[in-house]
């Protein structure tokens, strides 16, 4: 059984995320989306509410779950027998950073394997980061997120929740 894990951020889901992940859900047999907690950098959304709209984002896969985790992600691999991690590429600058990102974690850990999807040209330019500015800015973000992620970013905007 091939177990991959998707570590990141996802502060919050984006379309960009959901089409990286439906093409790893068809290659391995198992993927695990696991948020990981970043003591140093202020959240937008708790990993609380991130796992939240992720599970509510993911109904169409059966072979995908959600979970967080803190520490290394080569030690949270293992402890679910995963030997490969999924990354996204988007442009050149990503390639750097996801590169060394990769090359240290098989320096730790001679097993683990990162393998690199792209997604659809469509959301190829879609970030986490600008989704929350044009948020801040009251424009729409709609086409950008998962249904369950502008609906909860509006009510919680709107004081609703
Ligand atoms: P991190 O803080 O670990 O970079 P993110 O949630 O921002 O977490 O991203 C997780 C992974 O998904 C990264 O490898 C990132 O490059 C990738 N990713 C995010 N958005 C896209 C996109 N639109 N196209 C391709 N890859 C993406």
Same mark, same amino acid.
């Given at each position: 059984?091939?177990?991959?894990?998707?570590?990141?951020?996802?502060?919050p889901?984006?379309? $960009?995320?959901?089409?990286?992940?439906?093409?790893?859900?068809?290659?391995?047999?198992?993927?695990?989306?696991?948020?990981?907690?970043? $003591?140093?950098?202020? /959240?937008f959304l708790?990993?609380?509410e991130?796992?939240?709209l992720?599970?509510?984002?993911?109904?169409?896969?059966?072979?995908?779950?959600?979970?967080?985790?803190?520490?290394?992600?080569?030690?949270?691999?293992?402890?679910?027998?995963?030997?490969?991690?999924?990354? /996204?590429?988007?442009?050149?600058?990503?390639?750097?950073?996801?590169?060394?990102?990769?090359?240290?974690?098989?320096?730790?850990?001679?097993?683990?394997?990162?393998?690199?999807?792209?997604?659809?040209?469509?959301?190829?330019?879609?970030?986490?980061?600008?989704i929350k500015?044009?948020f801040n800015?009251? /424009?729409?973000i709609s086409?950008?997120v998962?249904?369950a992620v502008f609906e909860y970013l509006t009510a919680k905007k709107n004081?609703?929740i």
């Amino acid at each position: 059984m091939k177990i991959a894990i998707y570590p990141g951020s996802f502060d919050p889901i984006t379309k $960009g995320h959901l089409d990286i992940l439906k093409n790893a859900a068809e290659i391995f047999d198992k993927v695990i989306i696991a948020v990981a907690h970043n $003591g140093e950098k202020k /959240g937008f959304l708790s990993v609380d509410e991130r796992v939240m709209l992720i599970k509510k984002s993911i109904t169409e896969f059966d072979n995908v779950e959600v979970d967080s985790f803190e520490g290394l992600t080569i030690e949270y691999a293992k402890k679910h027998n995963a030997e490969i991690l999924i990354r /996204g590429l988007r442009a050149v600058s990503d390639f750097e950073y996801e590169m060394q990102l990769s090359q240290t974690n098989s320096a730790l850990s001679s097993d683990i394997k990162t393998v690199f999807l792209t997604t659809k040209p469509k959301y190829n330019f879609i970030s986490s980061s600008t989704i929350k500015e044009i948020f801040n800015n009251n /424009g729409d973000i709609s086409k950008f997120v998962p249904q369950a992620v502008f609906e909860y970013l509006t009510a919680k905007k709107n004081k609703l929740i």
